[in-house]
């Protein structure tokens, strides 16, 4: 991968955990893992919100860093993130929390230094909006929710 950007990384106290790194050359996200100093059951339904142990410093204003579930924890045990796409905007300096929700009928189990969620990094773009009184038509309209198909 060519487009790189330097993300300041703070650690925060006490927080022993390796610094968040790419799995394999094609990975797009980091793994985050939980920095906890005993596990952590989260019960079906529940809502937890699991500390990194980071802090971090986005190079501009025109990046954004997103935090994701990771499919394996979704799909082996129904673990997805409360928010649905967790926001770190490039202005916030405080820890980063993944905020975890159970939806699963078992409870799961977080222990510390698990992997629990992924962080990419993307541009920003903020829009100009303007006002129109008819936008420009295409073949599929106004059609959605499965309109396309399945």
């Not at 106290?13 to 394999?24: G, I, K, M, V």
């Not at 924890?73 to 202005?91: E, P, W």
């Amino acid at each position: 991968m060519t487009d790189s950007i330097t993300v300041k990384v703070k650690r925060m106290a006490n927080n022993s955990l390796a610094l968040p790194t790419y799995a394999t050359a094609a990975s797009a996200g980091v793994d985050l893992s939980a920095d906890l100093r005993e596990p952590i059951t989260v019960s079906p339904g529940e809502n937890v919100k699991i500390p990194t142990g980071l802090a971090i410093e986005l190079p501009s204003q025109s990046v954004v860093a997103l935090v994701f579930a990771r499919s394996g924890l979704a799909s082996r045990h129904g673990i997805g993130l409360t928010n649905g796409v967790g926001v770190i905007d490039s202005d916030y300096r405080g820890e980063i929390q993944v905020l975890i929700q159970n939806l699963g009928t078992q409870p799961v189990t977080i222990k510390p230094g698990d992997r629990i969620a992924q962080m990419l990094f993307m541009p920003i773009f903020h829009a100009n909006f303007e006002d129109v009184a008819e936008l420009q038509e295409t073949p599929r309209g106004a059609g959605g929710f499965g309109s396309t198909g399945i």
